[in-house]
């Protein structure tokens, strides 16, 4: 990489606070640098960074919420009211977990409530 | 005397004649013959007398060669005697070490051998373990399978409870 994806996340952040009118030419152009830069293939590590600058500036968690298969509007319901309007929450599909949830907050604070993980764990 | 030469019938100048002849016989046959033949005779003596003592020394250098032949056919029958015994004993111990080292390769190979039938045991226990987790896991899945909502309303409202949990922790932090 030509540059860390800390220092882009910092750049994007900072222009974007310091010119909130041009939000959308600010994204263009970042994205332009970015891809000149040849350092596209880092850009979903860049976009979570801004995403978890963003939502920290704003007071709140990023929370990444792995499920087994789509879940009922009920339990999606149940899950979010768990989280402030300000935490932003990501949800994401991994068949492999057999069944459940894992909560991963702020990319520290695991929670593994997967039936993968049970199995794994009885079958040790 | 010479009455009494006369009536015993002895003519003295004949006795005489023959006396000197007879003295000239000897003296002839001295000289020519008897010297010459003590001398052959002397001779003959002198190499009788060498050829037994040569013979004498022969029969004695022989028996010398047949005392020393007997030591040395005595000797070698006891160097043999011991080369023999040195190569029994060497041969004696090769084949104890040979014996030796064939039992030290034997029980090697017997204990190689256990270890790889453990180890094979040790893998066909970990495959069959392995086949057994794999084998629940299926199953555990089937099962969930069968009514998968159920379980997931049951996690999420576990890890919901945790979150709560966790939430309550931070804010009262």
């Known amino acids: 990489m030509k540059y860390p994806a800390e220092s882009y996340a910092k750049a994007f952040s900072e222009a974007l606070e310091e010119h909130p009118s041009k939000k959308d030419h600010i994204i263009k152009s970042f994205l332009g640098a970015v891809y000149r830069n040849g350092d596209w293939p880092a850009i ?81 | 005397m010479s009455e009494l030469f006369h009536q015993l019938g002895v003519d003295w100048k004949l006795l005489l004649s023959q006396g000197v002849n007879f003295l000239i016989l000897l003296a002839v046959l001295t000289f020519f013959l008897f010297r010459p033949l003590l001398k052959v005779l002397e001779e003959r003596k002198k190499k009788i007398e060498l050829g037994l003592k040569v013979g004498k020394e022969a029969e004695e250098r022989l028996l010398a060669i047949d005392k020393m032949k007997e030591e040395k056919l005595g000797e070698a029958e006891k160097t043999a005697f011991e080369i023999v015994k040195k190569g029994e004993a060497e041969a004696k111990a090769g084949a104890d070490k040979i014996i030796m080292e064939g039992g030290k390769k034997a029980d090697d190979i017997l204990k190689e051998a256990g270890q790889i039938a453990e180890r094979r045991q040790e893998e066909a226990r970990l495959a069959m373990a392995k086949e057994a987790k794999a084998l629940v896991r299926a199953a555990i899945i089937k099962t969930v399978q069968l009514d998968p909502n159920a379980v997931d309303a049951a996690l999420v409202s576990q890890a919901v409870d945790e979150i709560s949990g966790l939430s309550a922790k931070i804010s009262r932090g």
């Open chain 1, 44 to 124: 979903e590590k860049i976009l979570n960074l801004i995403t978890q600058k963003i939502t920290h500036g704003a007071g709140g968690r990023v929370v990444s919420a792995e499920f087994a298969r789509p879940l009922s509007d009920k339990l999606i319901l149940e899950f979010k009211k768990e989280f402030s309007v300000k935490d932003h929450v990501e949800i994401s599909l991994r068949p492999e977990l057999v069944a459940g949830v894992r909560v991963l907050i702020d990319g520290e604070k695991e929670l593994d409530m997967t039936l993968a993980k049970k199995i794994n764990k009885l079958l040790q």
